[in-house]
C-alpha cells in the first residue's frame, strides 16, 4: 500500500547554462509524478501488486494522473476526488546539466487528506506487506495511516526540507527512513560532508526509533544503517540528463528487498536510481 502524493510534473530543462532573471529556452515537459506515485509506479512495474490512495482534483490533469497509473497496474479505487481543489503540480527548472535549479509545488489538494478518508481502506492498509507513505500528507494523517498498518512495516520518503519534519514526532514507528542528503540535515542539524558525519546522522536516527536509514548522496552514492553498523555504496556511473524522480526509484528498490539486509536494499536502490537516470536520457 502506497499512500501520498500524484501530481503533474512540468519539468523545464535549460538549453544553456541558466541565467537568473532571465528567460532560458528550454525544453519543456508535462509527465505524471509526485513521489508517492513514482515510487507505486516503479513497484508495479517491477510486478508488485500496489494498492495506492492519493488525491486528486475535478479537473483535465487528474484524469490525466488516474490514466497514466491504471495503465501500469497500480490500483486507484482508493483515490479521493476533491470538488474544488486543484491537481497538485509540481514544477521543476533543471540547469543545462540536468542538476535541480528550483523547484515548486502546489500540493493543497494532498494535505486535504483526512482520518475519515482512510478509515474505509483500514482493512486493505493493515493486511499489506509493507505501508509506503510521504510527507505530503499531514502530520495528523501521517499520524492516523501508520497506526492503521496493524503492526506490519512502515516505509517514509521525506520529500522535502520543508516537508521532512512532518514525520519527527513519529520516528519510533518507523521501520524505514529514507531521505535525501538536505532532508537528513534538516531532521539531524548535522553537516552531512564526509562519511563521519553521514554515519553520526544515521546513528542519531536510529537512536530515536527508527530500525532502517537510507540516505542518498547525489553523485558520492547512498549510504545505510541498522543495528548491525552502516553500509556506503558508491553511485552507478551513469551521464546525467534529469535528476527528477531518481530518488523515488532508489525508495522503490528498497522497498522491493524490505525483507533482505539493508546491504542487499541499498545496492538495488542504487541500480534502480541509475536505471532510471538512464531512461530519463
Same mark, same amino acid.
Given at each position: 500500500?502506497?499512500?501520498?502524493?500524484?501530481?503533474?510534473?512540468?519539468?523545464?530543462?535549460?538549453?544553456?547554462?541558466?541565467?537568473?532573471?532571465?528567460?532560458?529556452?528550454?525544453?519543456?515537459?508535462?509527465?505524471?509524478?509526485?513521489?508517492?506515485?513514482? +515510487?507505486?509506479?516503479?513497484?508495479?512495474?517491477?510486478?508488485?501488486?500496489?494498492?495506492? +490512495?492519493?488525491?486528486?482534483?475535478?479537473?483535465?490533469?487528474?484524469?490525466?494522473?488516474?490514466?497514466?497509473?491504471?495503465?501500469?497496474? +497500480?490500483?486507484?479505487?482508493?483515490?479521493?476526488?476533491?470538488?474544488?481543489?486543484?491537481?497538485?503540480?509540481?514544477?521543476?527548472?533543471?540547469?543545462?546539466?540536468?542538476?535541480?535549479?528550483?523547484?515548486?509545488?502546489?500540493?493543497?489538494?494532498?494535505?486535504?487528506?483526512?482520518?475519515?478518508?482512510?478509515?474505509?481502506?483500514? &482493512?486493505?492498509?493493515?493486511?499489506?506487506?509493507?505501508?509506503?507513505? &510521504?510527507?505530503?500528507?499531514?502530520?495528523?494523517?501521517?499520524?492516523?495511516?501508520?497506526?492503521?498498518?496493524?503492526?506490519?512495516?512502515?516505509?517514509? &520518503?521525506?520529500?522535502?526540507?520543508?516537508?521532512?519534519?512532518?514525520?519527527?514526532?513519529?520516528?519510533?514507528?518507523?521501520?524505514?527512513?529514507?531521505?535525501?542528503?538536505?532532508?537528513?540535515?534538516?531532521?539531524?542539524?548535522?553537516?552531512?560532508?564526509?562519511?563521519?558525519?553521514?554515519?553520526?546522522?544515521?546513528?542519531?536516527?536510529?537512536?530515536?526509533?527508527?530500525?532502517?536509514?537510507?540516505?542518498?548522496?547525489?553523485?558520492?552514492?547512498?549510504?545505510?544503517?541498522?543495528?548491525?553498523?552502516?553500509?556506503?555504496?558508491?553511485?552507478?556511473?551513469?551521464?546525467?540528463?534529469?535528476?527528477?524522480?531518481?530518488?523515488?526509484?532508489?525508495?522503490?528498490?528498497?522497498?522491493?528487498?524490505?525483507?533482505?539486509? +539493508?546491504?542487499?536494499?541499498?545496492?538495488?536502490?542504487?541500480?534502480?536510481?541509475?536505471?532510471?537516470?538512464?531512461?530519463?536520457?
Amino acid at each position: 500500500m502506497v499512500v501520498g502524493a500524484a501530481n503533474a510534473d512540468i519539468i523545464s530543462k535549460s538549453s544553456r547554462k541558466t541565467i537568473h532573471g532571465d528567460s532560458n529556452p528550454a525544453d519543456v515537459r508535462l509527465t505524471a509524478g509526485g513521489v508517492a506515485r513514482n +515510487i507505486a509506479e516503479n513497484l508495479s512495474r517491477l510486478g508488485a501488486v500496489v494498492d495506492f +490512495i492519493t488525491a486528486i482534483g475535478t479537473d483535465p490533469l487528474g484524469g490525466f494522473l488516474r490514466e497514466s497509473c491504471e495503465s501500469c497496474g +497500480i490500483n486507484t479505487e482508493a483515490w479521493i476526488v476533491r470538488e474544488g481543489l486543484s491537481t497538485g503540480v509540481y514544477s521543476a527548472a533543471l540547469d543545462c546539466d540536468g542538476e535541480l535549479y528550483a523547484a515548486f509545488n502546489a500540493m493543497s489538494v494532498l494535505e486535504s487528506i483526512k482520518a475519515d478518508d482512510l478509515l474505509p481502506w483500514s &482493512d486493505t492498509i493493515a493486511n499489506s506487506d509493507l505501508l509506503i507513505v &510521504d510527507t505530503n500528507l499531514t502530520e495528523e494523517t501521517l499520524s492516523v495511516v501508520i497506526e492503521l498498518r496493524s503492526g506490519n512495516p512502515v516505509m517514509v &520518503d521525506t520529500v522535502s526540507v520543508a516537508k521532512a519534519p512532518r514525520i519527527e514526532h513519529l520516528l519510533s514507528k518507523v521501520d524505514i527512513l529514507k531521505l535525501n542528503r538536505t532532508e537528513a540535515e534538516c531532521l539531524t542539524g548535522l553537516t552531512l560532508d564526509d562519511a563521519n558525519q553521514q554515519k553520526l546522522a544515521c546513528a542519531d536516527l536510529l537512536s530515536r526509533g527508527v530500525q532502517r536509514v537510507f540516505i542518498t548522496l547525489g553523485a558520492a552514492g547512498a549510504c545505510a544503517a541498522d543495528a548491525s553498523g552502516t553500509v556506503f555504496v558508491p553511485a552507478v556511473p551513469v551521464t546525467v540528463s534529469n535528476v527528477t524522480g531518481a530518488g523515488d526509484a532508489f525508495s522503490a528498490g528498497v522497498a522491493l528487498r524490505f525483507r533482505e539486509g +539493508i546491504k542487499q536494499q541499498v545496492e538495488y536502490g542504487a541500480e534502480l536510481a541509475a536505471l532510471h537516470l538512464r531512461m530519463c536520457l
